[in-house]
Structures are given as structure tokens and as C-alpha cells.
């Protein structure tokens, strides 16, 4: 073989190898692309069966701290939410109802909103997280670490995306 092959060839297998390893990303169960929760503002959680998506706390300008998300049974067995704290205070909740039955959201802000969560006073400042604490008739406590968002852009009008029993 001639050196201009030998060198070429050096050259394509360099190249290769280079391309390979600088465009390569992790495969299989534990890729860092497959391990994505937290594709909004709001977290997710389980419990049992029930699925709670997009949770967050809006801080308004008054201080009252007034919590978003929507929460989903995927169980034929029916449950209740019995209580939600914020920051450690127990939230004043209304609602048409709290009862979690198969495929029946509750939804706390927004058109579809048929409860409403919040507390008088928020202490941490927008852009923190707080313990928001969910408590079920049936299944185990749900604890979120929930961001604090300013009542500001598509929160701007949240008093009237509230639900009103």
C-alpha cells in the first residue's frame, strides 16, 4: 500500500471516529433526554392512580398566593381531595366538588375550572418554591415542590380565570 492510501484511509477513520464521538448521545433507560420532567412552570405528581399535572402557585400583588393544576383519577375506585396546604397554611378550597372519579378532572384556574385553592398570605418571594402538601381520603399524601409565578403575562387577569362557587 502506498503512503497516500495509507494516509487517507488514516484520515477517514479519524473523521469517523471524531464524528462518532462528538454527535454520540446516551441510548437506553436512563438517557438525560428521557429523564425530562419538568417541561413547564408547574410540576407533576402521583398518587395511586391519581395524576396531578402543571401545579404551581401564582403570587399575587396582594400577597395571596392562589394555586393552579389539574388533577386526574385513572382508578375505577373514586377518591377525595381532603385538604391542600401551601407553605405550611392550610388553603381555603371551593369547589362544585372535591370528589376524584374516574377520568373527571378538577381543575383549580382556568376556563375549565371547577375549584379554587389559596392562601391570604405568601411569605417567599416569585421565583422560589414552596411545599404545597395534598391530602387524599384514600391515597398516600402527595408533596410538591411548586415555583411561586408573578401574577403577571397569561396570569394577568387570574382573578377572573379563579373559579366562583
Do not use: H
Not at 56 to 82: C, H, P, R, Y
Not at 96 to 120: C, E, M, Q, R
Amino acid at each position: 500500500m502506498s503512503k497516500t492510501v495509507i494516509s487517507k484511509s488514516l484520515k477517514i477513520i479519524s473523521i469517523f471516529l471524531v464524528t462518532t464521538l462528538l454527535t454520540s448521545c446516551a441510548a437506553g433507560r436512563t438517557a438525560e433526554t428521557r429523564m425530562i420532567k419538568q417541561v413547564t412552570d408547574g410540576v407533576e405528581g402521583q398518587s395511586n392512580e391519581i395524576r396531578v399535572r402543571n401545579l404551581l402557585v401564582i403570587k399575587q400583588v396582594d400577597n395571596t398566593g392562589v394555586l393552579i393544576g389539574t388533577f386526574v383519577n385513572w382508578s375505577e375506585d373514586a377518591d377525595v381531595i381532603t385538604s391542600i396546604s401551601i407553605d405550611g397554611q392550610p388553603a381555603v378550597i371551593s369547589a362544585t366538588s372535591l370528589d376524584l372519579k374516574k377520568n373527571t378532572p378538577i381543575t383549580f384556574v382556568g376556563d375549565i375550572s371547577n375549584a379554587d385553592a389559596s392562601v391570604a398570605q405568601m411569605a417567599k418571594a416569585i421565583g422560589n418554591r414552596v411545599a404545597v402538601v395534598v391530602n387524599f381520603a384514600k391515597a398516600s399524601p402527595i408533596t410538591f415542590d411548586a415555583l411561586i409565578v408573578a401574577a403577571d403575562g397569561i396570569y394577568t387577569d387570574i382573578e377572573n380565570m379563579r373559579f366562583k362557587a
